[in-house]
């Protein structure tokens, strides 16, 4: 009954894996789309103004921020499989995910990235608005609990 229930919970953990990395390649073809549209845009406004290149840096970084979505994404997927379906696949040196404290400390650290790149693209957007100061503080707030989060972990691994 129990071997039962483990094989059944791999198979569950299997859908997940397929869903994310569907999710990750959904959003990445997004992404490069948005590029391409971004540049022929700038291109059909032609001339070199300050506004177009506002209107292009702000277009470039939120498909940057859905490129950083899409690696989230990439990651669960290959975390999950690595932790539920098969351990011993291969996975990059830089991805090294024996536990779930792994595959969260990477999802922290992209989620970190995402919120920087959130920050910035508002900076480009509202230059000089007070009411940036506001989401700074916010966000600064969010990163150093995120941070606090994954130097908890790091340190209960060692």
Same mark, same amino acid.
């Given at each position: ?9 791999? %198979? #569950? *953990? ?6 994310? !990395?569907?999710?990750? +390649?959904?959003?990445?073809? %997004?992404?490069?789309?948005? =590029? ?6 700038? @291109? ?12 292009? *840096? #702000? ?7 859905? /490129?950083?979505?899409? @690696? =989230? ?15 011993? #696949? $291969?996975? $990059? ?12 400390? %990477?999802? +922290?650290?992209? +989620? ?20 940036? !100061?506001?989401?700074? =503080?916010?966000?600064? !707030?969010?990163? *150093? +609990?995120?941070? /606090?989060?994954?130097?908890?972990? @790091?340190?209960?691994?060692?």
């Amino acid at each position: 009954m129990l071997q039962r229930t483990v094989t059944l919970g791999r %198979y #569950v *953990a299997f859908v997940a894996v397929v869903a994310a !990395l569907a999710a990750s +390649v959904a959003l990445i073809l %997004y992404g490069a789309a948005v =590029v391409a549209e971004v540049i022929f845009s700038a @291109i059909k406004q032609g001339g070199f103004q300050l506004q177009s290149g506002k209107t292009l *840096a #702000v277009g470039l970084i939120e498909a940057i921020d859905v /490129f950083l979505i899409a @690696i =989230v994404a990439l990651v669960t997927g290959l975390g999950l499989h690595r932790l539920f379906v098969d351990e011993a #696949v $291969p996975l $990059p040196r830089w991805l090294k995910i024996d536990d779930l404290e792994d595959l969260k400390g %990477y999802l +922290v650290s992209i +989620v970190i990235a995402v919120l920087a790149v959130l920050f910035l693209r508002q900076s480009v957007e509202r230059a000089g608005d007070l009411d940036l !100061l506001s989401l700074a =503080v916010a966000l600064a !707030l969010m990163i *150093a +609990v995120l941070v /606090f989060f994954l130097s908890r972990g @790091i340190g209960r691994k060692e």
